[in-house]
């Protein structure tokens, strides 16, 4: 797993009720990051208009190995 997957699953399962079931999948080379949660935690990993999310996109481009990183929540 990338540096950058491992930054977003740390913060994801400090979140999350359900952590056992946060997974991050990494493709195209690691710049396109999925983060899969359980349905109940979807909320709290996007958060109050987005903010949370925004804040872990905003991490994730200040990171030296994720700043091209892309970060998608996914359904």
């Known amino acids: 797993m990338s540096k950058p997957a491992e930054l ?3 913060i994801a399962k400090a979140m999350v009720d359900n952590p056992d079931d946060v997974k991050v999948h990494a493709s195209d080379g690691g710049r396109m990051l999925e983060l899969e949660t ?3 935690d979807r909320g709290r990993v996007i958060g109050r208009q987005g ?3 925004k804040a872990m996109r ?4 200040v990171s030296r190995d994720g700043a091209d990183s892309r970060l998608d929540i996914v359904d």
């Open 38 to 40: 359980n349905e109940d």
């Open 58 to 61: 905003a991490l994730l481009g």
């Open 8 to 10: 977003i699953e740390f």
């Open 51 to 53: 903010r949370v999310a």
